[in-house]
């Protein structure tokens, strides 16, 4: 059997070396595009247009005069799929009805991975499909982490082992892992005895439930900042000439006049109430659960694509796991997956999936958060409790049924590229790891739909986000020695405090080169002070994110441009009225606005089911 993998396996790279050898040839031009691509992104202090230009490009297509490629949706595949098409010289807009990574990309399981288990399956159901899934996605993976290495790293996961034929189980199969990642291994996987294993995870338990731990297999994948990675590839889209918009909503779609062909769309800004016309030769559709909606637009008559699938999430104190090392146990007692990871100075831990309703803003159940609270206390020797729990959200994952197929049984974990209306490209399904190349596939559907002339092939494989390149994990150190943070008082005094590592650390990770910026408004704005007590974030991040990164609302910030609402609900409550003070004096509200800013971010964050804004009453965890 490992034989076939193996033959399997030599066979789709010999034909993952003739295509490259076919693309040799058209190279130069591709290569130079790169260099053009990197010399802006890589610029000393690089910001994007202002939100008012990014409009503007978009309301001045004609039909005369269109763009390229409109997408709609700013999630990891819409702003993927804009940077994608941008760095190729088309002329390329995208709009978002809410804000960047305000869906499924900012809710996700922060992990960057292969696939272990499709590995399983290609292996035990001789299922080559399966094992190409795996190829595609450890290239992604390796991919990803290089082009954000300030916001993604590698991980070791730990498989706990409760017999001797796990123990070699898990250590072939995850060895295979390693075998398929080949040049793109992060490191080695590896056997840890119990005392080892219980060293490098303190809480994991060696006995219970009638059974003894006979070791743990280590094994490595990534992990990511996943809303603020979304946010960087549409800031990096927008630097190489894209026009994005935030809080833009599709309206409807154009036809031409023959209405055979879809030309554009009618636009409505959020913010402003006001509505534009966009033309384009080619609409990707990129609105990951809500891909259907749009796709009615052109046709109210259209087989459904989406089976949503519903993910909950749940954050714990730190004490729950070791700062990097994370617990993966691939099935539980009734066949599950578990998961407990550190992220942020927190643990993250996870997941369902179940069938759920389309909705804005999913929330999680009670009985989702307690499956995983007894799932996790079946593997740790400590009290696992309701009240712990800082934060809980539910994410919709949009997985794909081809509408071309003949049977429903093609749900697949795969993305799905698909022209039911000519001049609307939809591209749904996949996962975040894959995100690139969901993008490069959707672009080259449009190029072939609209009989597109881009310069280029695609170059996003080599190019880094805004704040990647000349970063380094010492890079905060920078921060540490050069600049202070200088703090108001609530009398008016401006008064000095260190840079702590603490601080420099996150600055430097969630910024990259760009740290430097927030470093400074910290420094000669008098904006040092640390948003919530026990966390890293300053209040010059929320600045730095009105002027830089599109940021148009309390949630926007709370949520996505800092992680601060994932982390601990309760205390974004608390930081919310600064958070709407910074903003208010940086987009010139007034008092009705800040009013209403405070609203919404405090009807936000009671979607976050945490301990203290939760109704349970179970026994079962609520010890204290």
């Not at 890589?42 to 763009?67: C, I, K, N, Y």
């Not at 999630?75 to 760095?87: Q, Y």
């Not at 609402?565 to 919310?576: C, I, K, P, S, V």
Request: hydrophobic content about 40%; proline content about 4%; some cysteine.
């Amino acid at each position: 059997m490992a034989a076939w993998c193996l033959r399997r396996a030599g066979a789709a790279l010999a034909a993952s070396s003739a295509v490259a050898v076919a693309l040799a040839a058209s190279s130069e031009p591709s290569a130079a595009a790169l260099d053009a691509a990197r010399q802006r992104v890589a610029q000393p202090g690089v910001a994007p247009p202002p939100r008012d230009a990014q409009r503007a490009a978009l309301a001045g297509s004609t039909p005369a005069e269109p763009l390229d490629v409109l997408v709609v949706g700013g999630g990891a595949t819409g702003c993927g799929a804009a940077l994608d098409a941008a760095t190729r010289g088309l002329r390329v807009g995208l709009v978002e009805r809410e804000d960047f990574s305000s869906g499924t990309s900012s809710r996700s399981t922060k992990l960057i991975h292969g696939g272990v288990r499709y590995l399983e399956k290609a292996v035990f159901n001789l299922d080559y499909g399966q094992l190409k899934l795996v190829f595609h996605a450890l290239k992604e993976r390796k991919q990803v982490i290089e082009n954000a290495p300030h916001l993604c790293h590698a991980l070791p996961c730990m498989t706990p082992c409760f017999n001797w034929f796990e123990v070699v189980y898990y250590w072939f199969g995850l060895k295979f892992y390693d075998l398929v990642a080949g040049r793109r291994l992060l490191h080695l996987s590896r056997y840890y005895s119990v005392d080892e294993s219980v060293e490098l995870f303190p809480t994991l338990a060696k006995n219970g439930h009638d059974r003894s731990l006979r070791g743990t297999v280590v094994y490595y994948d990534g992990q990511m900042n996943d809303s603020r990675l979304n946010v960087g590839l549409a800031c990096t889209a927008a630097v190489v000439g894209a026009a994005v918009l935030n809080y833009a909503e599709v309206v409807s779609l154009i036809k031409d006049e023959s209405g055979q062909r879809i030309i554009g769309a009618r636009i409505r800004d959020t913010l402003s109430g006001k509505e534009f016309e966009t033309f384009a030769k080619v609409v990707i559709n990129a609105a990951g659960p809500f891909c259907d909606s749009v796709r009615k637009m052109a046709n109210s008559n259209v087989v459904p694509m989406i089976c949503p699938s519903s993910g909950v999430h749940i954050v714990l104190p730190d004490y729950y796991s070791p700062e990097g090392m994370g617990l993966i146990v691939p099935k539980t007692k009734d066949g599950r997956v578990v998961f407990m990871l550190p992220w942020l100075g927190r643990t993250v831990a996870g997941t369902t999936d179940s069938s759920t309703a389309i909705t804005m803003l999913p929330e999680p159940h009670e009985d989702e958060i307690q499956f995983i609270l007894d799932a996790i206390s079946d593997y740790l020797n400590v009290q696992v409790r309701r009240s712990d729990v800082l934060s809980a959200w539910s994410g919709i994952r949009p997985l794909a049924m081809d509408p071309s197929a003949k049977n429903t049984e093609s749900i697949s974990r795969d993305h799905v590229v698909f022209e039911d209306y000519p001049g609307l490209i939809t591209i749904t399904g996949g996962k975040w790891t894959t995100y690139r190349s969901m993008a490069e596939d959707a672009v080259n559907a449009a190029v072939r739909s609209g009989n597109l002339k881009p310069a280029n092939g695609c170059v996003t494989d080599n190019l880094h986000i805004v704040g990647g390149y000349g970063w380094d994990p010492a890079s905060f150190t920078v921060l540490a020695q050069n600049y202070k943070r200088m703090k108001k008082t609530y009398g008016g005094k401006v008064i000095p405090g260190a840079m702590d590592s603490a601080v420099s650390k996150h600055l430097s990770h969630a910024y990259g080169t760009l740290a430097e910026q927030v470093a400074s408004i910290a420094q000669n704005e008098g904006l040092g002070k640390r948003l919530a007590h026990g966390y890293p974030f300053l209040e010059a991040e929320v600045a730095y994110c009105a002027r830089h990164e599109y940021c148009e609302s309390t949630v926007d910030f709370v949520a996505r441009r800092c992680r601060l609402a994932f982390l601990d609900t309760d205390a974004a409550g608390r930081a919310l009225p600064r958070i709407v003070d910074i903003l208010a004096s940086e987009h010139k509200w007034d008092k009705a606005r800040k009013k209403v800013e405070l609203q919404k971010g405090r009807e936000f964050l009671e979607t976050f089911k945490s301990s203290k804004n939760a109704q349970f009453s179970d026994g079962k965890h609520s010890g204290r």
